[in-house]
C-alpha cells in the first residue's frame, strides 16, 4: 500500500508528470540507494542543499531570464506566482523551479522547493526518469 507522500509524488498530483518518473523501485528503494551513492561520494544532503540555495539565490532575475553565475553556471529562475500544498504539512511552497546548467560539463539540474524539501527530509531525490532527479553523481560534478 502506498503512503500519502507517494500518492502525491505520482504523476497529476503536485506535478503533471510526478516525481517518480520511470523508476520501478519503490520510494524507499530509491532513497536507499541515493544514501549509499552519498556516502560513497562523499558528499552531504546539507551539503547539496545549501549549494543549491546558494546557486538560485544568485541566479534570481526580475524578469525571470537566463543568467550567468561564477562563470561557469547558466540558471534560470521561474516563479509561477502562488503556492503549491506541502505533501509533509509544513508552510505552502513556492511554485516555478530552477534550471541550473553547468557549462564546463554540459549537464543540467533541474529543481524546486519541492525537491528540496523531498531531499531535505527523506533523502528523496526523485526516481529515475523524472525531470527533477537530483542523481547524486551529477550533483557531486555540477556542484562541487
Known sequence: MKSEIEKLLEPGELSLDGFTGTDSRSIDEIITADRDEFKKLEITVAAIIKRLEELEEAGKDIMEREKSVE??????????????????????????????????????????????????????????????????????????
Open 71 to 144: 562563470g561557469r553556471y547558466t540558471i534560470k529562475v521561474r516563479d509561477d506566482r502562488g503556492p503549491m500544498p506541502n505533501p509533509t504539512g509544513g508552510k505552502p511552497l513556492r511554485k516555478g523551479d530552477i534550471t541550473l546548467k553547468d557549462n564546463i560539463s554540459g549537464k543540467s539540474i533541474r529543481y524546486n522547493d519541492l525537491t528540496i524539501l523531498m531531499l531535505e527530509k527523506f533523502g528523496f531525490c526523485s526516481g529515475e526518469g523524472s525531470e527533477y532527479r537530483l542523481d547524486p553523481q551529477t550533483l557531486k560534478e555540477v556542484l562541487f
